[in-house]
Nanobody, 115 residues
């Protein structure tokens, strides 16, 4: 069984920073990719950033230059460093992982950017 656990969300002022973590645990043979999505109320789910097992990344234009995704393969953990946060970044962020050829989602964490 595989578990995906997220941490690091919260409240931050505009221009501030947060780091999200997503850790996969359990009976893991391989992790193809891990990444983050977000979905604001009334909007479609949006890919924020994703990283492959080899380190290749895909980052949304809306966060490029502000957000950085990285991965610690030894810990089966991916990190999303979010800098220069804006109020429009406020929403729930969810971690997605393809583990052992199956897709898994984390529980989701709220990120709120407000003065």
């Amino acid at each position: 069984q595989v578990r995906i656990v997220e941490s690091g969300g919260g409240l931050v002022q505009p221009g501030g920073s947060l780091r999200l973590s997503c850790a996969a645990s359990g009976n893991i043979f391989s992790i193809y990719h891990m990444g983050w999505y977000r979905q604001a109320a009334g909007k479609q789910r949006e890919l924020v950033a994703i990283i492959s097992s080899g380190g290749s990344t895909n980052v949304a234009d809306s966060v490029k230059g502000r957000f950085t995704i990285s991965r610690d393969n030894a810990k089966n953990t991916v990190y999303l460093q979010m800098n220069s946060l804006r109020p429009e970044d406020t929403t729930v962020y969810s971690c997605d992982a393809v583990v052992n050829d199956d897709g898994y989602w984390g529980q989701g964490g709220q990120v709120t950017v407000a003065a």
